[in-house]
């Protein structure tokens, strides 16, 4: 792809991630996607065939756009904890996630595209978890993992638009406190069950 094209490209993704928070996923069109890029329909259309490969795209973006951003953070798991959640504000994140947690009940490609991200979101803590437990099994910092992206996100919530004042304004070092003692709990593997 060209230079040109590249650009065409992150012109239509952060305009189709612009859409969807300020209309929400009822506005999210190929038009008011267009409209918002300063493009005609056919421009985004050319890069993106559909509705469901923009919504693909916008999530494999947010998630590469938190790489980046991650490679700034701290290592250590409460350093990268408070990094993560004072970027979660910063950067409209809980708006965004919100619209697509509203559309991926409905929509196969949004469902999908959730899938892959929280897939790839524990991953990472996984990766956090493990540098400050390095003795845990890889189950249990699988576990613990998971239980924490559902504290983070759970928390998203609460917070973004200015809620986090008003619902949560001392969430942000509870939500780090608890998941240290989390990722510290030791954890029950549930027992096995037999399924026939």
């Not at 065409?8 to 038009?31: K, N, P, S, T, W």
């Not at 065939?49 to 980046?68: N, Q, S």
């Not at 979660?88 to 991926?104: I, K």
Request: hydrophobic letters at 45%.
């Amino acid at each position: 792809m060209s230079a040109r094209g590249g650009e065409r490209r992150e012109l239509i993704l952060q305009a189709a991630m612009r859409v969807l928070v300020r209309d929400g996923a009822h506005g999210f069109r190929m038009r008011a996607i267009a409209a918002e890029a300063g493009v005609g329909i056919s421009h985004v259309q050319y890069y993106y065939k559909t509705l469901d490969v923009v919504i693909e795209a916008v999530m494999a973006h947010y998630l590469e756009g938190w790489d980046v951003l991650m490679a700034d953070a701290p290592t250590d798991l409460a350093g990268a904890l408070d990094f993560m959640l004072n970027c979660q504000l910063q950067h409209g994140d809980c708006q965004l996630l919100w619209e697509l947690w509203a559309m991926s009940g409905r929509n196969q490609a949004a469902e999908a595209a959730l899938r892959t991200f929280y897939a790839s979101y524990t991953d990472r803590v996984c990766e956090l978890v493990c540098h400050g437990f390095p003795d845990a099994t890889p189950a249990s910092i699988r576990a613990r993992a998971v239980l924490i992206v559902a504290l983070i996100e759970g928390l998203s919530i609460l917070r973004g638009n200015g809620r986090e004042t008003e619902l949560a304004p001392h969430a942000r070092q509870h939500v780090i406190d608890a998941v240290l003692a989390l990722a510290a709990l030791p954890l029950v593997s549930p027992p096995q069950t037999d399924e026939r």
